[in-house]
């Protein structure tokens, strides 16, 4: 397959779009993977969306489990999921499993204090 290209110009093609995604270098596909911020987070930050971390407390927005809240566990930044403590379903054997969320389909209600983290977004907005 083709390597990524560092030089690549946007395309108004689906598949063009989706193979530019999915063959992102991880660096990249961190960027990619967003998540809205709550009101509050927005007025503070003066941003709409960050990159969800774990530690960060996240709500869930869409589907089947609308409106849990829970602390982020893991973000698999191949398939852009979100999984969250306490978001879980069973097995047919009884065992409780993590449910993956895309990123697009949670709020950020809480940012684990990282100063690094808002310092980045602090500098582009000068």
């Not at 108004?12 to 998540?35: C, E």
């Not at 849990?68 to 930044?77: A, L, S, T, Y």
């Not at 409780?96 to 709020?107: E, F, K, P, R, W």
């Amino acid at each position: 397959m083709k390597a990524y290209a560092k030089a690549w110009k946007a395309s108004r093609k689906p598949r063009k779009q989706r193979k530019y995604a999915r063959n992102a270098p991880r660096h990249v596909k961190r960027v990619m993977i967003r998540s809205m911020l709550s009101p509050s987070l927005k007025d503070q930050y003066k941003l709409n969306s960050l990159p969800p971390r774990k530690g960060d407390t996240a709500r869930v927005m869409r589907g089947t489990h609308r409106g849990r809240e829970g602390v982020i566990d893991r973000v698999d930044r191949h398939t852009g999921r979100v999984y969250l403590q306490g978001v879980t379903r069973k097995r047919l054997d009884g065992t409780d499993v993590h449910v993956g969320i895309h990123a697009s389909n949670i709020m950020l209600i809480k940012l684990v204090e990282d100063p690094r983290r808002l310092k980045r977004h602090a500098q582009k907005e000068a």
